[in-house]
């Protein structure tokens, strides 16, 4: 188990000096992962994921900075020497040997007394439901099998200085998938083991990890729990990529206590500085936090575009000038013709500047 601090780490797969900042598909980052933490690793497909996972594994030596494991500097070893055990999308098990044989591996390698690996092998192959088929050479089985020995083989050392797993159930059946999650995670909770999730599903990171960051573009945007991501969005891309509807982003000229909105002043519940006015300005509220009304002075009206009824909830989508607003549609809210108003909670509105999270001051600060 390990600690592990990233001291301004960025990396280019091109060679270079002076490669302008686009080349880079990690760009610089400092960050620590707690040790016994279950991380997961958010963002879209070619975001930087793979590449920084490769980097704290030690496939990939990176082209800047440093990578430490309990304070010691470890950029420069294998991910052998690192001690790590990682899991990749698709299956990396021996076709010719036998269940048993694959769980047992890793194990052998490292030269494990033989009643120590029995009793081991056992254990993962229960939680991973492959007991039946210890015996059967892994060539023979399903992928879903196979990629569960893949999950097993990562699992089976209990020594390691961190588990890393790259979408590790891309090949997984859909209905397996919630359980194996599931697994992974009592498994975390049993072990203190460091771990880091990656995926490009928000369902799968908020459900396994405790701290869950989010990269984008190359960029970790933010780090943080499932909550503080939906009620603090440090970026724009965090606000938008998590939570379903996203959060709503409209431009907006912001003063004081006040952010305009397509002509429509809005309270806020803290004071702004004057932003510069090269900065792109937009304000960011979650649908959960706007509330469809029947239209009145003084509130913010538009065109109800659609509504989807998610069962528990319902999401209007209404269109204001140019931009278009996903608010709740209050229970037991008769929607009547196509125009309503807007109610929104001051307190839970954000302010952006280049999509970056401008503090407001609280009342007291100002006063
Ligand atoms: P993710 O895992 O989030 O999908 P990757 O880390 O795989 O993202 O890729 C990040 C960026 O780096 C992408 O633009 C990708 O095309 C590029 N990239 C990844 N691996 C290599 C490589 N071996 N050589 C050159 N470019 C690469
Ligand atoms: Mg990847």
């Excluded at 070893?77 to 269940?99: C, G």
């Excluded at 991501?229 to 000229?253: D, R």
């Excluded at 803290?270 to 300005?281: E, F, I, N, T």
């Amino acid at each position: 188990m390990a600690r592990i601090d990233l001291v301004d780490l960025a990396h280019s797969y091109l060679v270079g000096d002076d490669l302008p900042d686009q080349a880079y598909a990690l760009k610089p980052v400092s960050m620590t992962w707690r040790q016994g933490g279950a991380y997961a690793l958010l963002g879209p497909s070619g975001c930087g994921k793979t590449t920084l996972l490769n980097i704290i594994s030690g496939i990939v030596t990176p082209s800047r900075g440093k990578i430490l494991f309990d304070g010691n500097d470890v950029t420069q070893l294998s991910t052998r020497e690192r001690n790590i055990a990682q899991v990749f999308q698709f299956p990396v098990i021996y076709d010719t040997m036998t269940v048993r044989e694959n769980l047992a591996f890793p194990l052998k390698n490292r030269g494990l007394p033989k009643a120590d690996i029995d009793k081991r092998v056992a254990e993962i192959a229960e939680l991973l439901d492959l007991t039946p088929n210890m015996n059967r050479k892994a060539t023979r089985l399903t992928a879903d099998a196979k990629q569960k020995i893949s999950l097993g083989r990562g699992l089976v050392r209990n020594d390691v200085a961190a588990i890393l797993f790259d979408e590790p159930l891309t090949v997984i059946d859909p209905h397996l998938k919630w359980e194996l999650r599931s697994k992974l995670k009592a498994l975390h909770r049993a072990l203190d083991l460091t771990m880091i999730y990656v995926t490009h599903d928000q369902t799968e990171a908020l459900t396994f990890a405790d701290t869950v960051v989010v990269m984008h573009d190359g960029r970790v945007v933010q780090s943080g729990t499932p909550e503080e991501l939906f009620e603090k969005p440090a970026h724009t891309f965090v606000g938008y990529f998590i939570g379903s509807p996203g959060m709503n982003i409209v431009p907006a000229q912001v003063r004081g206590r006040e952010a305009i909105v397509g002509g429509h002043a809005l309270a806020l519940a803290r004071s702004y500085d004057p932003l510069p006015s090269s900065a792109k300005v937009e304000i960011g509220v979650r649908p959960e936090f706007v509330h469809l009304a029947a239209k009145a002075p003084g509130l913010m009206s538009g065109k109800i575009e659609r509504i989807d009824d998610l069962g528990r909830i319902r999401f209007a989508r209404v269109r204001v000038g140019d931009s278009l607003f996903a608010a709740r549609v209050p229970p037991g809210f008769e929607v009547q013709g196509d125009e309503a108003a807007l109610q929104f909670e001051s307190s839970r509105i954000h302010v952006y500047a280049d999509s970056r999270i401008v503090e407001g001051r609280s009342l007291e600060q100002v006063a």
